[in-house]
């Protein structure tokens, strides 16, 4: 069985992805990323990434609660780490399903601008947690979009980009 991990080590590997590569990391980005990744993750391995459930955030985008209190403060690119409680930063190791999502979805939305990311994380799961009195969105929802989120119709502009 999959031990889960923590939301913050995603966030801070997808943040050291994108200083790497010299992609900037806005809050809003990297909660539809941690989205897009969790929601691939589920459907290749049937198993949840983390504990904590997405919900609709402030922007209109699924996002998760300690992601957003972590980083929703950044107005513009993020430029630090999470840390725990005693001033750690935790990434994900190397673990090769979540790897492979990682690098799945990195290849296709890097090049996305916020707004692309945020009207491509508005699918099902996150129409219906809008009709829902609790506004989160349900694995269920996020495994029926399955692991190829793009439309049909958006994925040209995608791989195209």
């Not at 129409?127 to 969105?137: E, V």
Request: hydrophobic residues 35%; aromatic residues 12%.
């Amino acid at each position: 069985m999959y031990n889960f991990v923590s939301p913050c080590s995603v966030a801070n590997t997808i943040i050291k992805k994108g200083w790497e590569e010299k992609t900037k990391i806005t809050p809003i980005r990297l909660n539809v990323l941690i989205y897009f990744l969790y929601a691939t993750y589920l459907k290749t391995t049937g198993a949840r990434l983390f504990n904590e459930r997405f919900e609709i955030g402030e922007y209109n985008v699924p996002m998760i609660a300690s992601i957003d209190y972590k980083f929703g403060h950044y107005r513009g690119h993020i430029k630090k780490f999470a840390r725990d409680a005693m001033g750690n930063v935790s990434v994900v190791s190397e673990e090769d399903v979540f790897t492979r999502c990682l690098d799945t979805i990195w290849g296709k939305y890097k090049n996305c601008t916020d707004s692309e990311l945020c009207e491509l994380s508005r699918g099902n799961a996150f129409l219906n947690a809008k009709k829902s009195p609790y506004n989160i969105l349900d694995d269920i929802d996020i495994v029926e979009e399955g692991t190829e989120i793009i439309k049909p119709h958006e994925k040209n502009y995608i791989k195209n980009r």
